[in-house]
């Protein structure tokens, strides 16, 4: 999308994912060969490829990447000024590492699906639909590419970029780490398991509420004044001649807040959907959007107009709706070519040696970096999770930031007793600043003029009326990445509304699907039941879209900045959570005819169907993900039950018309061993499944020897 010239090198007969409903649209503006690397002849082709080229992006285990002659050891021999990215399910090293990497796996391995549980009325883990491990770990390949040919302009020498679906799971646990930390230095002062409390009611600020007409509405306004201006536009303003709601939400009494939720709910059923948004919207300050399904988010008026949906014609689909960029650059935009190549369409492939390409005449280093953005200073001027977090990223990677907060600091600094801002606020320097006055305009002025960066989250309006819109800040520093990473985005018919967590949510339809399809909208009656229901669309729309959109932020300032340091340019670039968060559900956010529906989770939540799916066994749960005709072949030899030999079983079109039957077999064999011992036989026949239900994320980064 942003002008490299990439060639897709797919095995003979292409890349089995091709089949994917969103396939069309990741291959789009790529050049396609075909290479048997089983052979030396092919292996010839992709090495005669490599000498000419800045990146290599492999995604073999590492096993298989040394025996096709992918590995980074061969192909950085050929070319040292080359950036090589290896991007696994598990990572390059450990006794994980050569586990098969499908994002269910992983998720299951890595504990997400526990984070789910009490979702539903049954025990155990619950099946995690959005795909926030792809997503990361796409999102950190670049970041990691992009870092590391900044870093080649200086050290003349390219380097390995290594990132996993696994490591890619870390940002989506937001405090878990230090809690568990916490929990085991300080057993007396920290008794309680923090992951006990999965039934519990969501905070007031963040209720799901069903409307007169029977649809379900997503509150979010997590900051005290947004809820307060929802209460006033709910015209429940009345609450406050009651001394039990003084105060921020978070600190009234459990009968005080359990009334006011009902009363709410009850309030919300009042007018229609359409009614409330019309309020909500006019209002200006209250965060709120209907849950929908991903194919209805590509005709919100919003993410249309902030060109996250392009409308492309495409040979083999026709008429196609695509996911825009990941950012709007004001100097170096996307020039994005809808159209996806033909296995093998470029029967050979050159590119010139250039001066950028080339390895240096004695392979001498220019400059020593112990971090590929040493030198680079970004100012952050940005509250609560998603920017922060974005400029906490951009920080690890060697940069200097500097937080600049109001008087009091970051609001996220007083949630969750403060654990809640221990990844928001890490890799960074703070200081306090009155912005509205001049003393503290000249301070942020001087910070300006050396800084490479600056980054906020205010609405529109908000940096001019504080003296740092991009024309003030560009005045002072010409050549700066100014980033604005907004909610909803700069203008359009939404651009005033506040933004948070579960908007984007519920808005984009991972939500929906995590709480099990459209189905789970379905009106219910009497309050006890939409407490109830309420309670699990909540637990559905977890916390994954702000990690989702810090990805993207960070992702869009590094193309910037790799512009800035090899061209001298500075712009303006634009993020917004819901483009972000189109790009988390990225399997679905696409539209063309004859695309496959999204798939729905089984009854239960347990999996998209048999083989790949959530299994109770003799003792704990297992997640098997088994979509490929060899490991089917070894599934059913290790297992060796005779009703899996059945014929109705024997073609991949068969095991999908018999999906219920196969999956009723499978649940009756899974449970004659525990799932440890499931994990061992299968993956020894290389066969995924592994344990799901033995830690939570956060345990499992704590205790587990191969993180």
């Not at 200081?431 to 205010?458: C, T, Y």
Request: with cysteine.
């Amino acid at each position: 999308d942003f002008g490299a010239d990439v060639v897709k090198v797919e095995r003979p007969g292409g890349d089995p994912y091709r089949r994917l409903a969103a396939a069309p649209m990741w291959l789009r503006g790529k050049r396609s060969i075909e290479a048997d690397l089983k052979t030396r002849l092919g292996q010839q082709t992709l090495h005669d490829l490599v000498a000419g080229a800045d990146v290599v992006l492999v995604s073999h285990r590492p096993e298989t990447a040394r025996r096709l002659q992918v590995d980074a050891e061969t192909l950085r021999a050929l070319n040292p000024r080359l950036v090589y990215c290896h991007l696994t399910g598990f990572g390059p090293r450990g006794p994980l590492a050569n586990y098969r990497g499908y994002e269910g796996v992983v998720a299951a391995k890595a504990g997400r699906m526990m984070t789910f549980a009490g979702q539903t009325d049954r025990d155990g883990p619950i099946f995690s639909y959005v795909q926030v491990g792809t997503h990361g770990a796409s999102q950190a390949a670049v970041q990691g590419i992009l870092a590391a040919l900044i870093a080649r302009e200086a050290t003349g020498e390219g380097q390995t970029v290594e990132t996993s679906l696994l490591q890619a799971m870390m940002p989506y646990d937001m405090g878990g780490i230090l809690i568990q930390q916490l929990m085991r230095r300080f057993p007396k002062l920290f008794p309680e398991d923090p992951w006990s409390a999965f039934g519990r009611m969501p905070t007031l600020q963040y209720q799901p509420v069903l409307t007169k007409d029977g649809r379900w509405l997503q509150l979010g306004n997590l900051v005290e004044h947004l809820f307060h201006a929802f209460l006033v536009a709910a015209d429940l303003s009345e609450v406050y001649v009651d001394e039990r709601y003084q105060g921020p939400p978070n600190q009234y009494a459990e009968d005080a807040r359990e009334e006011l939720r009902d009363r709410i709910l009850a309030k919300m059923q009042e007018r229609t959907l359409d009614e409330w948004m019309q309020a909500f919207i006019a209002d200006g300050n209250v965060a709120a959007e209907p849950y929908v399904t991903t194919q209805e988010a590509l005709s919100h008026p919003q993410i249309v107009h902030n060109g996250a949906v392009i409308e492309v014609d495409t040979p083999a689909h026709g008429a196609m709706k695509q996911i825009g960029p990941v950012g709007r650059l004001s100097q170096t935009p996307a020039s994005i070519r809808p159209v996806a190549p033909e296995v093998g369409e470029s029967r050979t492939v050159s590119w010139p040696v250039t001066a950028s390409s080339a390895p240096s005449a004695d392979g001498s280093l220019q400059r020593q970096l112990r971090h590929p953005l040493e030198g680079v200073t970004i100012l952050e001027f940005a509250t609560i999770i998603a920017t922060p977090y974005a400029c906490s990223i951009l920080g690890d990677l060697g940069a200097r930031v500097i937080k600049v907060e109001p008087i009091g600091g970051d609001p996220m600094r007083g949630m969750v007793n403060g654990v809640g801002a221990t990844k928001t606020t890490a890799s960074k320097e703070s200081i306090s600043v009155d912005m509205k006055s001049e003393e503290g305009r000249e301070v942020v002025r001087r910070l300006v003029e050396q800084a490479d960066a600056l980054i906020h989250n205010f609405r529109p309006g908000v940096p001019e009326r504080l003296g740092i819109g991009y024309e003030d800040v560009r005045a002072v520093r010409p050549d700066i990445v100014y980033v604005s990473a907004m909610g909803y985005g700069s203008d359009g018919p939404y651009a005033h509304r506040p933004n948070a967590h579960p908007i984007p949510g519920a808005a984009l339809g991972g939500a929906v699907m995590q709480a099990g399809g459209p189905s789970a909208l379905a009106p219910v009656e009497g309050i006890e039941a939409i407490r109830e229901r309420s309670r699990q669309l909540m637990r559905a729309n977890e916390v994954n879209p702000d990690p989702n959109t810090s990805l993207v932020i960070a992702t869009a300032t590094m193309l910037a900045l790799f512009a800035q340091r090899t061209r001298g340019l500075g712009q303006h670039v634009e993020c917004d959570m819901m483009t972000a968060n189109a790009y988390a559900n990225f399997d679905d956010f696409l539209a063309y005819e004859g695309k496959p529906e999204r798939p729905v989770p089984v009854p239960g939540l347990y999996g998209l169907g048999a083989l790949y799916r959530l299994y109770e066994t003799e003792q704990g749960w297992v997640f098997l993900a088994c979509p490929s005709e060899s490991e089917w072949r070894a599934l059913v030899r290790t297992v060796d039950e005779p009703r899996l030999r059945d014929d109705r079983f024997a073609t991949d079109v068969g095991r999908r018309d018999h999906d219920a039957e196969l999956a009723a077999i499978l649940s009756d064999v899974f449970c004659r061993r525990t799932a440890d011992d499931w994990e061992q036989l299968l993956t020894l026949a290389d066969v995924a499944c592994v344990r799901a239900d033995a830690a939570h994320p956060a345990q499992f980064f704590d205790r587990s020897q191969h993180m």
